[in-house]
Nanobody, 122 residues
Framework: QVQLAESGGGLVQAGGSLKLSCAAS????????IGWFRQAPGKEREFVAV???????YYAASVRGRFTISRDDAKNTVNLRMNTLKPEDTGVYYC????????????????WGQGTQVTVSS
């Protein structure tokens, strides 16, 4: 099973940018689709973006055009570039892995990182 670790969170002003990274170990990284989810206080965990084993991508409507997900199988890493950040993007961001087709529901993902906090001030 793959182990995941997120990094890159922090505090940023609205309109700013951040890049999150998800580093994987313990299994064949290229076998997995990797997704990003986020959870704001008092809210359910929600889908943000996913990159499939072949590099195909899919985004939540709320981030499409602002966020870019990419993978580097040689480095066992997936990045999430977040531009034009808004206060509603605030939350704990998690990366997750699933061995299969692209999915957007948390239950489809079997491995999770511990999360990294992103705070966007207005």
């Amino acid at each position: 099973q793959v182990q995941l670790a997120e990094s890159g969170g922090g505090l940023v002003q609205a309109g700013g940018s951040l890049k999150l990274s998800c580093a994987a170990s313990g299994s064949t990284f290229s076998d997995y689709a990797i997704g990003w989810f986020r959870q704001a206080p008092g809210k359910e965990r929600e889908f943000v973006a996913v990159v499939g084993r072949g590099g195909s991508t899919y985004y939540a409507a709320s981030v499409r055009g602002r966020f870019t997900i990419s993978r580097d199988d040689a480095k066992n890493t997936v990045n999430l570039r977040m531009n034009t950040l808004k206060p509603e993007d605030t939350g704990v961001y998690y990366c997750a892995a699933e061995k299969g087709l692209i999915a957007t529901t948390p239950g489809a993902f079997g491995s999770w990182g511990q999360g990294t906090q992103v705070t966007v001030s207005s």
